[in-house]
């Protein structure tokens, strides 16, 4: 059975820090093409980072460039995101997937307030 198990989400205040974690298992992780999308209240999904099977390229949304930085151990079979400098619009429901959204988990939230 395929699962990805997303965590680390919360509420924290602007300017501050999270990092998400997301497990995986049923599948074989390390060759596949991760990706790190968000759904804020009353929005659609909108694709916030995408990372190579090896862990080596990764691609941003303009709109987290410089603050997001997406990784992985495949050896731990876990995708992680680290949200730094985040801002009231980073609020969201955070889930991680496979490149052509085969696979998601059932998100992690993340809430910006002061």
């Known amino acids: 059975e395929v699962r990805l198990v997303e965590s680390g989400g919360g509420l924290v205040q602007p300017g501050g820090s999270l990092r998400l974690s997301c497990a995986a298992s049923?599948?074989?992780?390390?060759?596949?093409?991760m990706k790190w999308v968000r759904q804020a209240p009353g929005k659609g999904l909108e694709w916030v980072s995408t990372i190579s099977s090896d862990g080596v390229n990764t691609y941003y949304a303009d709109f987290v460039k410089g603050r997001f930085t997406i990784s992985r151990d495949n050896a731990k079979k876990t995708l992680y995101l680290q949200l730094n400098s985040l801002k009231t619009e980073d609020t969201a429901m955070y889930y991680c997937?496979?490149?052509?959204?085969?696979?998601r988990g059932q998100g992690t939230q993340v809430t910006v307030s002061s």
């Open positions: 049923g599948f074989s992780f390390s060759g596949y093409i």
């Open positions: 997937a496979d490149h052509d959204g085969n696979f």
